[in-house]
């Protein structure tokens, strides 16, 4: 089945800085790579998705691009602010199968 | 209102006791999951279901159950084979089909054993 890596597990960063959060996936076949945030005891959300026929999607102030030849994906924040401070899961998934998740990583923005 | 609805939000199991997760989406999502949430672990399939009366076994289905006989509810027993169930538990859904689709998550049940 799919596995997922994420990387780092905790990332600090001080505000207006960039973030970027890298994930790696096992599965060629897996077309679909979605990412969430979850601020603390709260459900996750999706922030922003990619899919295998694209390389690069932006909104605002995120970002991710996709290597599927490298079977790498990424997310990135620009001009952090400390209310993006949570844990940031990526996700990747096949057509008719489950999403797998990789482990998150802890985004602390100071001010 | 439509969206994915956890109860109860807090739940408090005996040792040998078994309890049970509720999850209900009104969404007309063909597939459910449950997920377990341990501090730096991720999200860990515990079940998950893609048709009424199916469902399949995840990473750390030991301890647990599921049942699917209507396609809005997906509820997890927490069995007392289950030697460590205290986290947080995460109900989602999501479409299946051609254009994979976000999955939308329950606002959580977190578990204690006292």
């Known amino acids: 089945g799919e596995n997922v890596e994420q990387h780092p597990s905790t990332l600090s960063v001080q505000e207006g800085d960039s973030a970027v959060i890298k994930c790696t996936y096992s ?6 790579f979605p990412w969430y945030k979850q601020e603390l005891g709260k459900r996750p959300q999706l922030i922003i ?27 990135h924040i620009t001009e952090t602010q400390p209310e993006d401070s949570a844990v940031y899961f990526c996700a990747g998934k096949q057509r008719y199968s489950t999403l797998t998740f990789g482990k998150g990583t802890m985004l602390l923005v100071s001010p | 209102d439509g969206g994915i609805t956890q109860s109860p939000k807090y739940l408090f199991r005996k040792e040998g ?55 809005e509810s997906f509820p997890l027993t927490v069995t007392s084979a289950q030697k ?5 538990y995460l109900c989602a859904s999501t479409h299946l089909g051609i254009g994979d689709t976000e999955a939308f998550f329950g606002q959580g049940t977190r578990l204690t054993v006292v």
């Open chain 1, 27 to 32: 599965d060629s076949a897996s077309n679909y």
């Open chain 2, 84 to 88: 460590n169930p205290t986290a947080f």
């Open chain 2, 17 to 71: 006791q078994n309890v049970t997760l509720s999850c209900e989406q009104n969404l007309n999502h063909d597939a459910m999951y449950w997920y377990r949430q341990d501090p730096g672990q991720g999200l860990r399939l515990i079940y998950y279901s893609q048709i009424v009366n199916d469902f399949q076994k995840g990473d750390i289905a030991e301890g647990y159950s599921v049942s699917r006989e209507k396609k």
């Open chain 1, 49 to 75: 998705d990619i899919r295998s026929n694209v390389g690069e999607k932006k909104d605002q102030r995120i970002a991710v691009t996709l290597n599927k030849t490298a079977k790498h994906f990424s997310l």
